[in-house]
Nanobody
Framework: QVQFVESGGGLVQLGGSLRLSCAAS????????MSWHRQAPGKERELVAV????????NYADFVKGRFTISRDNAKNTVSLQMISLKPEDTAVYYC????????????????WGQGTQVTVSS
């Protein structure tokens, strides 16, 4: 079955950096765009970044542009998120998933979500 195992979160200070990783299994990884989402306490889950399955093109939410970089390794079925210049508002649980193009946006492929990885940024 589909599985996502996220790791790499932690507690960092304002301006710090973290690199998140996600190991995916149970589907044809190379055939899907991959994404990172996050959910802060009391808020809905939001899309952070997407990387395509074909040319490696990327899309970012405005609130992380220039600070976060998504990448993937199709040989290892992993997707990563390099985060720099972290802010307290980046505090959230971060999740990965697969995405399907839907017009000018994306549709999350799976209803299943992993356990996520907690990122906490202190001021």
């Amino acid at each position: 079955q589909v599985q996502f195992v996220e790791s790499g979160g932690g507690l960092v200070q304002l301006g710090g950096s973290l690199r998140l990783s996600c190991a995916a299994s149970g589907f044809s990884f190379g055939a899907y765009a991959m994404s990172w989402h996050r959910q802060a306490p009391g808020k809905e889950r939001e899309l952070v970044a997407v990387i395509s399955s074909t040319d490696g093109s990327t899309n970012y939410a405005d609130f992380v542009k220039g600070r976060f970089t998504i990448s993937r390794d199709n040989a290892k079925n992993t997707v990563s998120l390099q985060m720099i210049s972290l802010k307290p508002e980046d505090t959230a649980v971060y999740y990965c998933n697969a995405e399907i193009p839907y017009g000018s946006t994306w549709y999350t492929a799976w209803d299943y979500w992993g356990q996520g990885t907690q990122v906490t940024v202190s001021s």
